[in-house]
């Protein structure tokens, strides 16, 4: 008899066993119970206390810096170990690519968020969001937002079928943002999940209450929830409706994130014709997304649109693949694709097939007559891919409504483009709309009608599709979510979504307020004098506002024509008089703009061996005023930002403004280097 594992929460420190109202958790492929989960007496008061008072205070005294490093080392630490994770999802009917696509691609996400935020967030605990407003004439007034960790609990509700990568994709922004996670995963496949909070917590990597544990039912936890927590859900738009509908959170404006299941579609466009690489392209991704995890994608292509002359050629070449899918024991190499995550699961697929099926025809895969290799379908959660034919899509409701979450998906005709967008539309709202063409005008026409009913568009052809991710793969770089029955959140897109987890505040005052809240020199602080040149002073020795002002250099005539004739660069600007006059910008002849970053170099530059070890570029470069032979520039260098890189360099963000003789800006530009500590 097979022993049943007892999955335990984690809360306040201490792992809490299931109590005798635990729930049996079933193996996908046997049927037979395999774990037990559950603990109805869980203190969930002190849990979020021990996350806001434990937890919260030590995340936010990190740098977003400091806690992208510590995802790194977590990310690492998971990949050593995932072997044991890869062992326990297959109960869950997965395959290895399955696997791989659960565990591997929750550590990449990980792993893509220490990067950005070492890379897109600063080495602080504020983020400066857009750029500094000017609210007075002579600019002693200021304002500008910022971004700071709320001082709240992140409550995670995750789905089934992604017990890895569905909780990581929402722990590493949230950790990123200084936020701890209290982690809800679903009870189905809960124990995969234990299993890596358990990784997790034994890394000695998460600074205590930072992340806990729920196994089982969240009792009344969303009932003492306050307006700096927020609960992110992912799973189906009836669970949503109830969990967002909870009046507390209502009264409280408690932040919703919701990632609900979506009706997606793929289209095949009108230019992708039996014979190209496009048609055969679409025809292996809606395969590929409709047996991958069994169907059980938040992602999936549940609606195949087709130009009306092809749908019988789609349907004939997809059956054809589907009917050469290997289905059985996730366990073996052979099978490609396993089973759903239960019988109950399997049965709520059975009745939404029994919903479509009266504005479709069934015309490949029958529940009832299939073959899986080395299982008992009738013991497992077995289910053959199922392809239906829609021949009345406008009419239809169910087709356009109704989700079997599983191998199922409907084929449909369209008109023109026009009816494919209106189609795709019908869903009212999904996470992803894939679309095949090698059209730039069907794609950019299908992106402004669709747009607003999507939250991402997949396109590929001929040309990306060696390099493409797959319709059904999120990545941390973009939106993940969609607006309407989607939910309307945004559980990825980079730094997006570390902003679910932020307040974004307006700051008021004198640069050199902003200055000291931002940790960037804002033009009108106080400016330092260092002593030696700031080209001479190390990483760590410089301080933000150190500034240097340089003498002054006169443009003559000569001057310009000289770096015309070196450079190549006899634009009538600064070549012809009477052309330079009559432009309504100019003078007359004026100096090249590259040339006074040259000379503003020249007056600026520490030319001996130092700490300076590259000029690695300038950012927001401005040209306000033209200088005229015989006018002079000078330089104003200030440190406006530092961030480290490693232990041996850092970045040094300057600020460089040229003044010509009656002090007017001519010239404004941020300057990046590298120095030394």
């Avoid at 791989?100 to 602080?124: F, H």
């Avoid at 290799?373 to 891919?385: E, H, T």
């Avoid at 007359?588 to 130092?610: D, I, M, Q």
Wanted: hydrophobic share 40%; charged share 20%; aromatic share 6%.
């Amino acid at each position: 008899m097979m022993t049943v594992q007892q999955i335990k929460s984690f809360a306040v420190g201490e792992w809490v066993a299931p109590d005798s109202g635990a729930r049996t958790i079933s193996s996908a492929i046997t049927g037979e119970v395999i774990a037990a989960a559950g603990n109805s007496s869980l203190d969930v008061t002190s849990m979020l206390e021990h996350a806001r008072k434990v937890g919260g205070p030590t995340l936010r005294a990190l740098t977003f810096h400091d806690r992208a490093k510590i995802l790194k080392a977590l990310a690492e630490h998971l990949g050593k170990h995932k072997q044991v994770l890869y062992d326990l999802s297959f109960s869950t009917g997965a395959t290895q690519s399955d696997n791989l696509v659960d565990i591997d691609g929750g550590i990449g996400t990980m792993l893509v968020y220490a990067s950005k935020g070492r890379r897109d967030l600063p080495d602080s605990n504020i983020y400066l969001d857009g750029d500094v407003e000017q609210l007075s004439r002579k600019g002693t007034f200021l304002g500008q937002h910022i971004c700071t960790s709320l001082q709240g609990v992140a409550v995670h509700i995750n789905a089934f079928n992604f017990p890895i990568w569905g909780m990581l994709e929402k722990f590493a922004p949230t950790f990123l943002a200084g936020v701890p996670s209290i982690v809800k995963p679903a009870t189905a496949s809960c124990y995969v999940t234990e299993a890596c909070v358990r990784l997790m917590l034994d890394s000695g990597l998460l600074p205590e209450g930072t992340l806990q544990l729920v196994s089982g039912g969240l009792g009344d936890m969303l009932n003492h929830l306050d307006a700096q927590d927020v609960v992110s859900f992912t799973g189906s738009a009836t669970t949503a409706l109830m969990l967002r509908s909870n009046p507390h959170l209502l009264e409280n404006a408690i932040r919703f994130v919701a990632e609900q299941d979506s009706l997606n579609a793929s289209v095949l466009g009108p230019d992708a014709a039996p014979g190209t690489p496009e048609f055969d392209l679409f025809v292996k991704e809606v395969q590929r997304e409709m047996t991958v995890k069994a169907g059980q994608k938040c992602t999936a292509i549940r609606r195949i649109m087709a130009p009306e002359a092809h749908v019988q050629a789609v349907i004939e070449a997809l059956s054809a693949r589907l009917s050469k899918t290997v289905i059985g024991d996730p366990r073996l190499e052979t099978t490609r694709m396993g089973a759903l995550i239960s019988n109950d699961q399997k049965r709520d697929v059975l009745e939404k097939v029994k919903l479509l099926s009266t504005e479709a025809e069934r015309v490949f895969g029958d529940p009832d007559d299939f073959s899986a290799d080395g299982v008992d379908v009738n013991n497992g959660a077995f289910l053959p891919p199922m392809l239906f034919h829609c021949a009345n899509p406008d009419s239809a409701k169910r087709v356009h409504d109704t989700e079997a979450f599983g191998p199922v998906s409907t084929v449909m005709g369209y008109r023109d483009l026009d009816h494919a967008i209106e189609l795709a539309n019908k869903g009212k709202g999904s996470l992803v709309v894939s679309v095949i063409t090698h059209d730039g005008d069907v794609a950019r026409k299908f992106a402004l009608g669709a747009g607003a009913w999507h939250g991402r568009i997949y396109f590929n052809n001929r040309v990306s599709m060696a390099e493409s991710t797959g319709h059904g793969s999120p990545l941390p770089h973009m939106v993940h979510g969609g607006p309407g029955r989607a939910g309307g959140g945004e559980e990825l897109g980079g730094i997006r979504c570390v902003m679910h987890y932020m307040q974004r505040t307006a700051i008021q005052g004198s640069p050199d307020i902003l200055t000291a809240i931002g940790g960037s020199w804002i033009p009108g602080a106080k400016e330092i004098e260092g002593p030696a040149h700031p080209f001479a002073r190390k990483y760590g020795d410089l301080v933000i506002g150190e500034t240097m002002h340089t003498d002054a250099r006169t443009i003559t005539l000569g001057d310009i024509e000289h770096f015309a004739e070196f450079t190549g660069d006899n634009f009538y600007a600064h070549m012809d008089d009477e052309a330079a006059a009559a432009n309504p910008f100019f003078p007359g002849r004026v100096a090249h703009g590259y040339l006074l970053l040259s000379f503003a170099a020249g007056l600026f530059v520490e030319p001996n061996v130092g700490p300076v070890l590259a000029n690695t570029g300038l950012d927001s470069l401005r040209f306000m005023k033209p200088v005229e032979p015989g006018d002079s520039i000078k330089v104003r260098l200030s440190v406006k930002k530092k961030t480290k890189r490693n232990n041996e360099y850092g970045e040094v963000r300057w600020h460089v403004s040229l003044t010509n003789q009656a002090d007017d800006l001519v010239a404004e530009y941020e300057l990046l280097t590298m120095n030394s500590y």
